[in-house]
């Protein structure tokens, strides 16, 4: 089974702290994704990284940057957290070939204070 | 938008009961998913139907898509308290989910 681990369950930081959103996968996808869920919204696409040292910008990147130094660790950076980055934060892998079926991490809850 | 639209938003049922959702969506497609989330947790893919493909089945779950509606449903049979969760399509390399539909299945 693809297994997708999420560094933290709950997370809670304050206002203005730097705060990294960590993701890996064990099953070799070349395709990463990070993405934000907030009640009413959906899921919407923050960034993703097709290769290693490779990222495209989603829908809403303003105020996060990643990073992907190995093929199956994706990084969320937060680089100045403010409350309205307060919520669910879902990472996801698929292959290159198949981008339609995406595995998920069980999710980051931040809440920023 | 290029999400997919769920309706209902959201439904409640009997144990046993049928639960059917829908989505619509704007574009032409190469294919469609459904993904199923329980509380809290991440989404899990359920099935993908295929443009050419009308009807999809995979144990108690049946997928059909209307290209000419640009529309697919998903029926969930025999429902159980386990299948309570939100529903969410997905179509082509598109990576937004819409809000989704919030299956509450009572025992």
């Known amino acids: 089974d693809v297994k997708v681990t999420q560094s933290s369950r709950y997370l809670v930081k304050r206002t203005g702290e730097k705060v990294f959103l960590e993701c890996v996968q064990d099953?070799?996808?070349?395709?990463m994704f990070w993405y934000r869920q907030d009640p009413g919204l959906g899921l919407r696409l923050i960034y993703f990284s097709y290769d290693v040292k490779m990222k495209e910008k989603g829908d809403i990147p303003e105020g996060y940057s990643v990073s992907r130094e190995k093929k199956e660790r994706f990084s969320l950076i937060l680089e100045s957290a403010s409350t309205n980055q307060t919520s669910m934060y879902l990472c996801?892998?698929?292959?290159?070939?198949?981008?339609?079926?995406?595995?998920f991490g069980p999710g980051t809850r931040l809440t920023v204070t | 938008s290029q999400q997919g639209e769920e309706d209902p938003q959201a439904l409640s049922i009997q144990e046993g009961e049928n639960a059917t959702m829908n989505c619509s969506y704007k574009t032409s497609i190469n294919n469609l998913q459904w993904y199923r989330q329980n509380s809290g947790r991440g989404l899990v893919h359920l099935i993908l139907i295929r443009s050419n493909e009308r009807e999809k089945h995979s144990g108690r779950l049946r997928v059909t898509l209307d290209t000419s509606k640009k529309s697919s449903s998903l029926l969930i049979t025999a429902s159980r308290a386990a299948d309570t969760a939100s529903y969410f399509c997905n179509y082509g390399q598109n990576f937004v989910f819409g809000p989704g539909t919030r299956l509450s299945v009572l025992p």
């Open positions: 099953m070799d996808h070349e395709n």
């Open positions: 996801a892998s698929s292959l290159r070939g198949n981008s339609y079926e995406q595995y």
